[in-house]
């Protein structure tokens, strides 16, 4: 990815991000996640990672938010009046800057690793990703799914519960 | 010169997928008329001249919707109101970027993959992008304020997310049999022969999986019998009863721009795309010995026209089906999706992996 395509999509992707924290309107602040999620893609995308950028579209901007989405609109959720400030928020945007000010730190701290290294061949292809996952990851990746059914089968019982 | 091939492959697609779908809906008017016994829209009238009948109607319908008010009604959303009908067309447009229309031209020097973007993960963007689908329907009920949007808005968001499921494991038998996600290479492999003369097309090998896939490509763009999201006999118009003009253009628009690209999928996946039996790049090689040696362009001409007919007969197919079916019960519909199509696709995945593990790859 050029540095000028870079800083393009990285302004939108932040301006999509504000979007979501400041809006008072849940769909509209919901819409601004997707574009966001959309922008993390190509984020992948311009780093030789086309797999994970299409499952990024698939799995959150095009499953989960659209489950926000329904759940805002079955809620009828109206525009949020603003709430004062309060030792809540205090504390979430304490937290929020200690989190920025140590990403920072840490970009600054790597950023001449590994920049320069060679891509393996097939590096982010489908095949290549598919074989580390069902090999050397298979353990996670199948404790991750059993994670998955957890939350299926609670969600059932839940439902199951009122009627 | 390179930036020239790739935007000349990206407007020729384009257009020719629009060609296909003005096509649908000529379809839509005269094969709709025929089913009911009646003649079907021949009178507009131009500047006072109505002689061609139906391709009068078919000039004047966009022009009409282009110069009709654009009507926002009151406690709309406005900016998600405008939005949603582009978020209902670019993503459709956009996928026809990795269908393949032909196999390759060489002109002098240069080899051109007819295909306007060689991606690695062309069928899972093909996924994606018809995930992001929804955003337009539901967006669109929302922002309208109005029940019946809502109303069709949510049912067709449940239902798209529904049947989504089914036709991406639909593909997995696909994949398994073709070992790629490239629908370009899915295409070549099905220019092989079996025994020596039968094209060995996807639907051989994938019957189940085509049947799975044509029965959700049909529910994705939400035509009877799964147009409950719009049912006019409930909902008015569904999720774009509050557009008018060009904006409601464009959801039409998206409703025939997805029956083309079912048919897009459908013929590259399980009818050769683009293969012409017995065409290879360097001329006819008939079962019977004979050969016939045409050029490079003469062969890519033969395999777009034959990409273009697959595309307009599984166009026109979709059409004869949503006028001859009735509408199913939101019941039904969901009771199909989950406990008919997903099942069996399942099991497409599961008898597909066991014959390819126990006898080896189809091809071979």
Known sequence: MSPAAFFVVAALAVTSALGVVLNRNPVHAACALVAHLFLLAVFFVGLDAQL??????????GAVVVLFLFVIMLLNLQAEVRSTAGPALVFAAAAGVVTFAVLIVAALRGRTAGADAALGTGYGETRELARVLFTRYALPFELTSLLLLVAIVGAVVLARKKG | MDLAIVAGKAIFVLLLMLQVMGLGVFFERKVSALIQDRIGANRASILGFAGLGLINTLVADPVKFLLKEDIVPAGADRVLHFLAPCLAVIPLLVTFAVVPFGDVLTLGDRVINLQAAELNAGLLYVLAMASLGVYGVIIAGWASNNRWSLMGGVRGSAQMISYEIAMGLALVGAVLTYETLDLQTIARAQGELIGG???????????LGFVIFAVAGIAESKRIPFDLPESESELVAGYFTEYSGSKHLMF????????????????????????????????????WGATVALSSPVVAVLQVTAFALKLIFFTWLQIVVRWTLPRFRYDQLMKLGWKGLLPLSLVNVVVTALVILLWGKAGA
């Open chain 2, 252 to 287: 039409m628009m998206a409703d025939f721009v997805e029956v083309v690209l079912v048919a897009a999928l459908v013929t590259s996946l399980f009818f050769g795309g683009w293969q012409v039996p017995w065409l290879a790049r360097d001329g006819f090689h008939f079962p």
């Open chain 1, 52 to 61: 994970v950028g299409v499952l990024q579209v698939i799995v959150y901007a």
């Open chain 2, 197 to 207: 003369w039968l094209p060995a097309w996807g639907i051989l090998y994938q019957p």
